[in-house]
């Protein structure tokens, strides 16, 4: 497919990877020629110094013959002047990053008033993530499918836990619920694991579960499964205000701490509910004056990744809360990963996966569509939802018989709400939802997961 992607911010150069990755014809705009420079050598894709809402810049970019145009420069209505520009231009479909509160209530009719294909909040997406492991706050990531009947749960294993050098075939048998590991990470290294593979203390292991086998694998190995009753969060941007309003509407207590008076008193308007504390978030003693000890959730979200990390270190020494640490920048993922920060949120990974998901939707036409994406397993790995439409090679046939690809799993089948893990012997219908782990990036089409 030919893309054109404006603005090479974190986002935006995220994107052209990936897309490149995946041999899409990429053109990027920017209109910083030093921005265009510092990834000269990192992207494969035709660079465009520019103003993306100019007709003779995207003429230059080659508008008329692309496929999709995605808009994520740091202005939301310059992202929409783009899409309606192109609209105007050429029959492409259209991406536009809007993240101003403001516009969230009425995303619906801008979308369909300027012909945008789809409109992607960051901001919001990241809350409810955040807000998705504070309401289960023993799972370090929670990814859903299946309109939320299926969760893929992410979390340590521990001594306490028991776990230690046991085969995954025996661990539904020991939890006494049906759940399916879907992946190990080990070091440096990811497992898509068959059921001889053992466990070790220390691994972060995937489960594919429904939400109430997710609650009872937890329970019965040990951890804490109820969702907290207070959070505190360190700065007050956008990401805040949207998970304040979400934690607030689950009955969670919420305190924010931030050091702008004018941002307080904003914050003090739209969340009337929460407690608003003017001052420095990283003033050891404020903090314990504000009763970090006893805060079941600590969230860090100021600007600064390095901030974030050291506040969500100086928690984890100074209370039992669950951690949810925001970082922007990925260069020291590895390191970061290392540190036992809890909950790692990264939102222009969660604004990427939206926008391929939709990418790999647009790319099929032959039967079953990519109804959700997410990169795992350190982003070693993808989980794809397909919707099954038609009859296709993989239909009605048992899985024990299918010649599927290395390094794939069929995690889960949802049948008209029923949610199967399944067995050598099951088989997929059509109508079926199917969510498939795997280290083969790439797949758009449920026949994909075959061996040619």
């Not at 075939?169 to 590991?181: E, F, N, Q, T």
């Amino acid at each position: 497919m030919k893309i054109i992607i404006i603005g090479c911010g974190k986002v935006g150069f995220a994107l052209a990877e990936e897309l490149t990755q995946e041999d899409h014809d990429v053109t990027v705009i920017d209109s910083s020629y030093q921005r265009l420079q510092e990834v000269a050598e990192d992207l494969d894709a035709l660079q465009i110094v520019g103003n993306g809402s100019s007709i003779t810049t995207l003429a230059e970019a080659g508008v008329k013959d692309a496929h999709l145009l995605i808009a994520v420069t740091g202005s939301d209505e310059l992202n929409l002047l783009c899409c309606l520009i192109a609209k105007k231009q050429s029959n492409c479909q259209t991406v536009a990053r809007v993240r101003n509160p403001v516009y969230n209530k009425e995303i619906g009719f801008i979308k369909e008033s300027l012909g945008i294909s789809m409109i992607i909040n960051p901001e919001l997406a990241a809350a409810s993530e955040i807000a998705r492991v504070l309401r289960f706050p023993s799972a370090i990531k929670i990814d859903t499918f299946a309109k939320g009947r299926v969760e893929l749960l992410k979390f340590r294993v521990k001594p306490e836990f028991k776990l230690d050098q046991i085969p995954i075939s025996d661990l539904p048998r020991r939890a006494r619920c049906d759940v399916l590991v879907s992946g190990v990470e080990r070091g440096e290294d990811a497992y898509i694991p068959n059921g001889d593979f053992v466990l070790q203390n220390g691994d972060l292991v995937s489960i594919i579960a429904s939400p109430r086998n997710a609650s009872e694998f937890f329970r019965n190995i040990g951890l804490k499964t109820n969702q907290v009753k207070n959070c505190m969060m360190v700065g007050g941007g956008t990401i805040a205000i949207y998970l304040a309003k979400q934690l607030l509407d689950m009955k969670i207590k919420v305190v924010i701490i931030e050091k702008s008076e004018s941002r307080c008193q904003l914050l003090s308007e739209l969340l009337p509910e929460a407690v608003i504390i003017h001052g420095d978030g990283t003033n050891k003693k404020l903090l314990k004056e504000e009763n970090l000890e006893n805060a079941e959730g600590f969230v860090t979200l100021t600007n600064m990744d390095e901030e974030n990390i050291l506040l969500a270190l100086f928690a984890k020494e100074n209370s039992k809360a669950k951690l949810v640490t925001k970082v922007n920048r990925i260069s020291f993922d590895h390191i970061i990963e290392q540190l036992d920060l809890g909950s790692v949120i990264y939102p222009k990974y969660i604004t990427t996966d939206y926008i391929l998901q939709y990418i790999r939707a647009m790319q099929n036409s032959i039967g079953s569509n990519v109804e959700t994406l997410y990169h795992i397993l350190d982003n070693k790995a993808e989980a794809l939802e397909f919707c099954i439409c038609e009859n296709s090679p993989v239909v009605n046939i048992m899985l024990k018989d299918l010649k599927l690809k290395s390094n794939l799993l069929i995690g889960c089948i949802n049948r008209k709400g029923r949610i199967i893990i399944p067995r050598g012997n099951d088989s997929i219908k059509v109508g079926d939802t199917v969510i498939v782990v795997t280290t083969q990036k790439g797949l758009g089409d449920i026949r994909d997961i075959l061996e040619k």
